[in-house]
């Protein structure tokens, strides 16, 4: 697109709250951007407390070269890893992110998860323009929430590359009922040892189903179809399972273990031998514990579990590609002992699995019982033909086209928004919006988990619940790269 293109259009939809930010003295106009340019500035106010700390960062975004257990591979990454250094501040504190673009070409940094300021969501085309190469971009907002999150581009395919870091928000009255806590990002790779993400998605468009990594994937868990591409490999905190990460602790002691799905297309079944896995947290919000073997992690999802360390011993965390071949693998080494070889399979994938019907969001973050004000049925479908996806039979490739090609979801700030994610189509979404963390609606009608990503299978119909409480414009999308970059997004639109 080019550029003057995008600014006119950039300009016409969004709203900035700094100078910096938008062209300045841009003007009133009517509809969703004059109102939201003084509440956005008014919702930061509110969440940002006299005196808050500020961490201050540079984030270069540039190719890289990763070595796989020996093999050179060439990628993009930000600050020189795969993953990108952890970022960690504070509940409460600000984070002012200066993102540098060395990449070919454009980019931003969207922050997945976390409930900021509109204008800092780093949504090409709706929040911000996207920075050219070679340009700087400053970001600056309030992190309200604690919990795991993590960062990545909102560019095309460029999630597929290895664009991704960690955000680690500490909560300052953490109750610490743990004595180590790890990170743990998995990742589905193809960056430098197979066709490239334009590569991929061509082929997909041309219906080349069965050939290269192209082919049908099917899990009885995720309801269907699995996905679309055979990755070569899969990662586990930048490392293939022939070279492990290894987290070390001592026989006794409670991990806090942070999973991160950071792929791009695949969902993953996470286990650890020889151990249960207690469920406290679901995309960085608390929920009241549940012990289980195994959990699936479908694309953006975040679990945090404890686990109480067996041993003296070494083993193995693996978290298998759900419905494809292959897994990524770490190991917990509590003592000596043989490592896990490369394709170790946990007896734990086999048990008692985690359902999102059994989880409910802790007292401290469940919304305030109250009636639905508007409720949107959002169909999730594949059009009839070609590779496009849609959501109410609307397809948007371009985000800065999101107002135009679909229907806003319209909203006022203090409703309660019920959304209805109606599968239709043969394969599983992990449905994510931007800017909020939603509260699923158990069976019952009761609070389920709070989480701003979520799986939903085919024929699955699951309502969430918004409290619309952060002015502005957010997408809403499939978190599959690749449906994703086929139109599979929407706008939840503030307006007054
Ligand atoms: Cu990870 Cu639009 O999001
Ligand atoms: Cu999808």
Same mark, same amino acid.
């Given at each position: 697109?080019?550029?003057?293109?995008?600014?006119?259009?950039?300009?016409?939809?969004?709203?900035?709250? =700094?100078?910096?930010?938008?062209?300045?003295?841009?003007?009133?106009?009517?509809?969703?951007?004059?109102?939201?340019?003084?509440?956005?500035?008014?919702?930061?106010?509110?969440?940002?407390?006299?005196?808050?700390?500020?961490?201050?960062?540079?984030?270069?975004?540039?190719?890289?070269?990763?070595?796989?257990?020996?093999?050179?591979?060439?990628?993009?990454? =930000?600050?020189?890893?795969?993953?990108?250094?952890?970022?960690?501040?504070?509940?409460?504190?600000?984070?002012?992110?200066?993102?540098?673009?060395?990449?070919?070409?454009?980019?931003?940094?969207?922050?997945?998860?976390?409930?900021?300021?509109?204008?800092?969501?780093?949504?090409?085309?709706?929040?911000?323009?996207?920075?050219?190469?070679?340009?700087?971009?400053?970001?600056?907002?309030?992190?309200?929430?604690?919990?795991?999150?993590?960062?990545?581009?909102?560019?095309?395919?460029?999630?597929?590359?290895?664009?991704?870091?960690?955000?680690?928000?500490?909560?300052?009255?953490?109750?610490?009922?743990?004595?180590?806590?790890?990170?743990?990002?998995?990742?589905?790779?193809?960056?430098?040892?197979?066709?490239?993400?334009?590569?991929?998605?061509?082929?997909?468009?041309?219906?080349?189903?069965?050939?290269?990594?192209?082919?049908?994937?099917?899990?009885?868990?995720?309801?269907?179809?699995?996905?679309?591409?055979?990755?070569?490999?899969?990662?586990?905190?930048?490392?293939?399972?022939?070279?492990?990460?290894?987290?070390?602790?001592?026989?006794?002691?409670?991990?806090?273990?942070?999973?991160?799905?950071?792929?791009?297309?695949?969902?993953?079944?996470?286990?650890?031998?020889?151990?249960?896995?207690?469920?406290?947290?679901?995309?960085?919000?608390?929920?009241?514990?549940?012990?289980?073997?195994?959990?699936?992690?479908?694309?953006?999802?975040?679990?945090?579990?404890?686990?109480?360390?067996?041993?003296?011993?070494?083993?193995?965390?693996?978290?298998?590609?759900?419905?494809?071949?292959?897994?990524?693998?770490?190991?917990?080494?509590?003592?000596?002992?043989?490592?896990?070889?490369?394709?170790?399979?946990?007896?734990?994938?086999?048990?008692?699995?985690?359902?999102?019907?059994?989880?409910?969001?802790?007292?401290?973050?469940?919304?305030?019982?109250?009636?639905?004000?508007?409720?949107?049925?959002?169909?999730?479908?594949?059009?009839?033909?070609?590779?496009?996806?849609?959501?109410?039979?609307?397809?948007?490739?371009?985000?800065?086209?999101?107002?135009?090609?679909?229907?806003?979801?319209?909203?006022?700030?203090?409703?309660?928004?019920?959304?209805?994610?109606?599968?239709?189509?043969?394969?599983?979404?992990?449905?994510?919006?931007?800017?909020?963390?939603?509260?699923?609606?158990?069976?019952?009608?009761?609070?389920?988990?709070?989480?701003?990503?979520?799986?939903?299978?085919?024929?699955?119909?699951?309502?969430?619940?918004?409290?619309?409480?952060?002015?502005?414009?957010?997408?809403?999308?499939?978190?599959?790269? =690749?449906?994703?970059?086929?139109?599979?997004?929407?706008?939840?639109?503030?307006?007054?």
């Amino acid at each position: 697109m080019p550029s003057g293109f995008s600014r006119r259009r950039f300009l016409a939809i969004a709203g900035g709250g =700094y100078a910096s930010i938008v062209l300045a003295g841009c003007g009133k106009s009517a509809g969703p951007v004059s109102s939201t340019r003084s509440a956005v500035a008014a919702a930061e106010r509110r969440r940002r407390k006299p005196g808050a700390s500020v961490t201050e960062l540079t984030l270069t975004a540039a190719p890289y070269t990763l070595d796989l257990a020996g093999t050179q591979v060439k990628t993009w990454a =930000y600050n020189g890893a795969v993953p990108g250094p952890e970022v960690r501040l504070k509940a409460g504190e600000v984070l002012r992110a200066r993102f540098v673009n060395d990449l070919p070409e454009e980019a931003v940094v969207h922050w997945h998860g976390i409930a900021l300021r509109n204008d800092m969501d780093g949504v090409p085309g709706v929040t911000q323009e996207a920075v050219t190469p070679g340009k700087s971009f400053m970001y600056e907002f309030t992190v309200p929430d604690p919990g795991s999150y993590w960062f990545h581009p909102h560019n095309g395919l460029q999630l597929d590359q290895g664009l991704y870091v960690p955000l680690i928000v500490d909560d300052p009255a953490e109750p610490g009922r743990y004595d180590r806590e790890f990170t743990v990002v998995l990742d589905d790779w193809v960056s430098g040892i197979g066709p490239t993400p334009e590569e991929t998605l061509k082929e997909l468009q041309g219906g080349a189903m069965q050939m290269g990594t192209m082919q049908m994937a099917r899990s009885e868990l995720l309801g269907g179809d699995a996905g679309d591409v055979m990755y070569p490999m899969f990662l586990m905190n930048g490392r293939p399972p022939n070279d492990p990460p290894s987290f070390d602790a001592k026989p006794g002691e409670r991990l806090r273990l942070r999973l991160i799905n950071a792929g791009a297309e695949t969902a993953f079944r996470v286990a650890l031998g020889g151990h249960q896995l207690t469920v406290t947290h679901t995309d960085g919000l608390p929920v009241e514990p549940v012990t289980v073997d195994t959990l699936l992690v479908g694309m953006s999802e975040r679990y945090d579990v404890i686990v109480t360390v067996a041993g003296p011993g070494a083993f193995p965390l693996a978290a298998m590609a759900e419905g494809k071949s292959g897994q990524s693998l770490g190991v917990v080494r509590s003592g000596p002992g043989e490592a896990p070889g490369a394709d170790a399979r946990p007896a734990e994938f086999d048990g008692r699995l985690l359902e999102m019907s059994e989880l409910r969001a802790a007292a401290s973050v469940t919304l305030p019982a109250r009636s639905v004000d508007r409720t949107y049925n959002l169909e999730l479908n594949a059009a009839a033909e070609g590779y496009r996806w849609m959501i109410n039979g609307k397809s948007v490739l371009d985000h800065e086209e999101v107002r135009e090609q679909t229907t806003p979801l319209k909203v006022a700030q203090g409703e309660r928004i019920r959304l209805v994610f109606d599968n239709k189509s043969t394969m599983f979404h992990p449905m994510h919006l931007h800017g909020h963390s939603f509260q699923v609606v158990a069976a019952d009608g009761g609070a389920g988990p709070r989480k701003d990503s979520m799986i939903v299978r085919p024929k699955e119909r699951i309502s969430v619940d918004v409290a619309a409480d952060n002015p502005g414009q957010w997408l809403l999308h499939c978190h599959n790269v =690749y449906h994703q970059a086929s139109g599979m997004v929407t706008l939840l639109s503030y307006e007054s």
